[in-house]
């Protein structure tokens, strides 16, 4: 038996033993996409495995089983991967001010955590601060590309165990594909998705982003890394206004009164600094790279907003024929 498939059965095994009303054939369908032969096969090898599981008594014509409950405890517990997820959560429902729901799924993490086994969770700790630290979120709404799963799972293993990967990219403009040896350190979410990887037979710059959409597969090396303590994702990012990597400069925009009082309630970069000035109008200043991602908001505030620095953008954004759509 594969082992995808054992993982599947004791999934099923741990959501019978969750549901209170039980699982009917239809929710096996759904739960693990499988069609109906397979999804009573599952539930058969589930209940030779565990005699103990029982047909749930309804008022419905659907049958249902469960496992008793305390039956599949010992056998609960969190990976790294599962935490850091539920960590990554919490971010992004912070990022979006939903603080309520943050605070109820930190609750949830503390019990998740206090309910493991103290030996398991010492052995958690150290991936999951690894996965904690090399995860961060630029996000953005819209359309995502699709980036194979099992790519970001080798590089999320590697990730953790500071292991050198050999990658084969395919090259958007050219649909060529290049294999290089990098060593991973992280990934930035947003439009879309990147992996930052240090190239150590690189000219120039050292850390790159490579798209994860583009990689078309990851082959482990036996070859170990040690990060470079001085560099952060979080100051990595914060080199752009949005997710794309370039030169860093001084931004300086001018929003009209009118929409002066919306641009006050938005966080256009970490570093910004806001100034208002009399005839109602806001100045927002901050340091970054990525021009074309700021045009792209900039456009959004249509001629309700003038772009001061630099030059470059402000060449870009001139057609002062836009009218404000609304909202950004």
């Known amino acids: 038996m594969r082992y995808e498939k054992v993982d599947n059965l004791m999934a099923l095994a741990l959501e019978m033993q969750a549901a209170r009303g039980g699982l009917s054939l239809k929710d096996i369908e759904a739960r693990f996409d499988v069609g109906r032969r397979t999804a009573m ?6 209940l030779r495995i565990f005699p103990q599981a029982d047909e749930v008594s309804t008022d419905e014509r659907t049958k249902r089983w469960r496992i008793p409950t305390g039956t599949l405890n010992k056998l609960i517990g969190c990976s790294a991967d599962e935490l850091g997820d539920l960590e990554t959560a919490i971010s992004v429902l912070k990022r979006e001010n939903l603080l309520e729901q943050a605070s ?6 503390a019990k ?3 309910l493991m086994n103290p030996d398991v969770a010492r052995r958690v700790e150290p991936d999951l601060e690894a996965l904690l630290e090399a995860e961060n979120l630029a996000l953005r709404p819209g359309p995502k590309p699709r980036t194979r799963p099992f790519v970001l799972s080798e590089l999320r293993d590697a ?3 500071c292991r050198a990967c050999t990658i084969r990219q395919r090259t958007r403009a050219t649909g060529k594909v290049n294999q290089r040896t990098i060593y991973p350190y992280g990934f930035l979410y947003g439009q879309r998705h990147y992996l930052i990887a240090f190239v150590p037979r690189a000219t120039g710059r050292k850390f790159r982003m490579f798209s994860l959409p583009n990689i078309v597969s990851v082959k482990p090396t036996d070859v170990f890394f040690e990060r470079d303590p001085s560099f952060t994702l979080e100051t990595f990012a914060q080199n752009s206004f949005g997710v794309y990597q370039e030169e860093s400069v001084d931004v300086v925009w001018k929003f009209s009164p009118r929409a002066a009082k919306v641009a006050k309630d938005f966080i256009f970069h970490p570093s910004q600094k806001l100034e208002e000035l009399n005839d109602g109008s806001l100045i ?3 340091h970054a790279g990525g021009m074309l991602e700021m045009c792209w908001h900039v456009y959004c505030w249509g001629d ?7 030059k470059t953008l402000a060449d870009i954004c001139k057609d002062k024929s836009r009218s404000w759509p609304g909202l950004p």
């Not at 109820?104 to 993490?109: G, I, Q, R, V």
């Not at 309700?304 to 630099?310: A, D, K, N, T």
């Open 104 to 109: 109820s799924l930190e609750n949830l993490k």
């Open 41 to 46: 096969r599952m539930r058969d090898a589930v």
């Open 304 to 310: 309700q907003v003038e772009v001061l620095e630099p």
């Open 284 to 286: 927002v200043r901050f």
């Open 159 to 161: 990730v953790k165990a």
């Open 112 to 114: 998740l955590t206090a």
